[in-house]
């Protein structure tokens, strides 16, 4: 090979990427009819087939096939793959994008359950990649009770990202999510903790402690909510 | 004896009969298949590491990793690609390469310029009816900005933003449906960046996008 | 030592690390290539292409995924990609023109190591996807799983299209058999 096809090929070079994970969509045999998907009250994405060439829009297809099957929503996975078109990724990445995300849509419907909603299912997914493990997915199905899981785990994941520790993000957003109002007081602990991960290692998880210390919300127990429990304050800005 | 002592059939053997002379057959050609003497292998491994010295960007050919170190802040897509692979991030240090082509993605550790103002950010906010108002801001004049997302089809042209008097604070308003989106901004037509204190999605495979949880009825 | 350490070696920058992976996953690549692409110049370029690629992505390799999976993850889409890109038409013609002309003079095939040149010939006609999941299924023998994660199609598809990749195969190689080529 000369330098020049070399380079060539170089400059070319978008990520080859990670390998397949241990994930893989295991299809079952053909059912009768379809499983019981994901309620959910968003607008179907039209797969415009056109942005992709053939072999893959075909693969791209045999994946929302598959996915149906299992009973996942395939209007997330549309997305992923408009976005990666969108991006100018080359399309074997985009196949296993696609096929990665589903594998975690698949995992966290067994996380969540079968009545999840799209976004709670799309919400647990990413956090699933992000490394948190199903186990404590199942635990905040359980405590929300009816109650959306999606901003937990969007502000989980972002804390990971962040540089906070699994445990300690866990924990905190555990303790945080059974407060009333608790969405923005989570969405609060995000934007703090934000802001002061740009200042160094280590301060992501010093704002988080701080955070929650001021919201005055009690540690996670296992007992469950008394009814009459100290009442939040608004955290400091 | 138990089963698995038996071997039977895979159903998908007995499903094509000729399965096993069809793989015979690849495999003797495999067998057939001559090996590379040594000299040839290394000549190979001699030419990709020779090759790949004068990579303009990859994994191996970037400084040395540290950990906490923090970049400086340069402006421009050919001094931000080379940021992008001193970059470090101590929980993700291989993610700096994929974000080499977003010059402005300050999922970075440092935002903050020399007044202490941020350079980049963003802000969204609800407002009556289901209309969400997504603002962005940036250092210096860009010439066009668009917001996408799982709402548009990730397409640069559904959603232009509009300018505001300072030329560097831009805005769009659009109905989005109660629950979780994604969304990114696409600077003068091919720059992805994500707005750096808004919650991000981590990279799955295109770089990071952020999400905005719209109130969720039944929610108190 | 384990593929894992020669890859951490190679991040570190040892370059006797790299040479030992290439030794020791070099034919195995090669065999697939020229099953795939049915030209032995081809299959040493696209081989050699794939380790440069896999060099230059060595930091995103997940250790705990077999190298050698990953690595033909890498081999099996530079393949796909010379297949689409280089317009293979003309050059499978006259790669069975030589093809043939060698075939008329057995005793040179076989002193080559090309014996079963008539199963390369016979796969350089068949769809190349179908082609792909017969040597993944078959040669390289892997579960559909495997396969499904490798490709990206699903399963369903790709036992399709081996069922049909054999029985055109069989019909290829009968036919070439009932010829004497």
Request: charged fraction near 25%; aromatic fraction near 6%.
């Amino acid at each position: 090979m000369t330098l020049s096809a070399a380079l060539l090929i170089v400059a070319q070079i978008a990520a080859v990427g990670t390998p397949p994970t241990g994930d893989t969509i295991q299809v079952p045999q053909m059912r009768s009819q379809p499983v019981v998907t994901a309620t959910t009250k968003r607008s179907p994405v039209a797969f415009d087939a056109d942005r992709f060439d053939s072999l893959t829009a075909n693969a791209l297809r045999g994946l929302f096939d598959d996915a149906v099957e299992l009973g996942l929503p395939v209007r997330p996975l549309v997305n992923r793959a408009l976005e990666g078109a969108a991006r100018r990724v080359p399309s074997e990445r985009i196949v296993r994008v696609v096929r990665e995300h589903a594998a975690a849509l698949h995992h966290a419907k067994r996380a969540l359950g079968d009545l999840s909603r799209e976004d709670e299912l799309e919400a647990a997914a990413i956090a699933l990649r992000a490394g948190l493990d199903e186990r404590a997915v199942e635990a905040m199905r359980t405590s929300r009770g009816r109650e959306s899981v999606v901003v937990p785990l969007v502000v989980l994941t972002d804390l990971v990202r962040r540089g906070v520790p699994m445990a300690n993000a866990q924990e905190a957003v555990a303790r945080l999510a059974r407060a009333p109002r608790s969405d923005d007081i989570l969405l609060g602990l995000q934007a703090t903790v934000a802001k002061n991960a740009q200042r160094g290692p280590g301060m992501a998880l010093d704002a988080l402690n701080r955070y929650v210390q001021a919201t005055g919300v009690p540690p996670a127990v296992a007992a469950p909510i008394s009814p009459d429990r100290k009442p939040v304050r608004p955290p400091e800005p | 004896m138990a089963a698995d002592d038996l071997t039977f059939p895979r159903p998908d053997d007995l499903d094509d009969v000729h399965a096993t002379f069809i793989a015979s057959q690849l495999r003797a050609s495999y067998d057939a298949t001559p090996a590379h003497d040594a000299t040839h292998v290394a000549r190979v491994s001699r030419a990709v590491l020779a090759a790949a010295m004068h990579a303009p960007s990859g994994d191996l050919a970037a400084t040395p990793r540290s950990r906490g170190v923090r970049p400086r802040w340069w402006w421009g897509a050919a001094a931000a690609a080379l940021f992008m692979t001193v970059l470090t991030r101590p929980w993700r240090p291989d993610v700096a390469q994929r974000h080499a082509d977003s010059a402005l993605t300050s999922s970075a550790s440092d935002s903050m310029g020399p007044t202490n103002e941020p350079i980049v950010s963003g802000r969204t906010s609800e407002e009556e009816g289901g209309t969400v108002r997504f603002e962005f801001t940036l250092p210096a004049t860009a010439r066009a900005v668009s917001l996408v997302g799982d709402f548009n089809g990730w397409d640069a042209g559904v959603t232009p933003m509009v300018r505001d008097r300072s030329g560097r604070t831009w805005s769009a308003r659009i109905p989005l449906e109660p629950g979780r989106h994604e969304y990114a901004f696409v600077v003068d037509g091919q720059r992805w960046v994500v707005d750096p204190l808004a919650p991000q999605v981590p990279d799955a495979g295109f770089g990071p996008t952020n999400a905005v949880v719209v109130d969720i009825e039944g929610t108190p | 030592m384990t593929d894992a350490e020669l890859v951490v070696r190679t991040r570190a920058g040892d370059p006797d690390a790299f040479g030992t992976l290439v030794a020791r996953h070099y034919d195995a690549c090669w065999r697939f290539a020229y099953h795939m692409l049915g030209e032995r110049a081809d299959a040493e370029d696209v081989v050699q292409d794939s380790f440069l690629r896999a060099y230059l992505a060595i930091g995103r390799y997940d250790e705990r995924d077999q190298f050698r999976g990953w690595l033909f993850r890498i081999l099996t889409n530079q393949c796909r990609n010379f297949l689409t890109s280089r317009g293979r038409r003309t050059k499978r013609f006259v790669q069975d023109e030589i093809a043939i002309e060698s075939a008329a003079a057995p005793p040179a095939a076989h002193a080559s190591g090309m014996e079963d040149a008539a199963v390369v010939r016979a796969l350089a006609q068949l769809d190349p996807l179908q082609r792909e999941a017969l040597l993944l299924k078959y040669a390289e023998e892997l579960e559909y799983s495997e396969m499904s994660a490798m490709t990206g199609a699903g399963e369903s598809a790709l036992k399709m299209r081996v069922k049909r990749g054999s029985e055109r195969l069989r019909a290829l190689l009968a036919d070439a058999k009932d010829r004497g080529v």
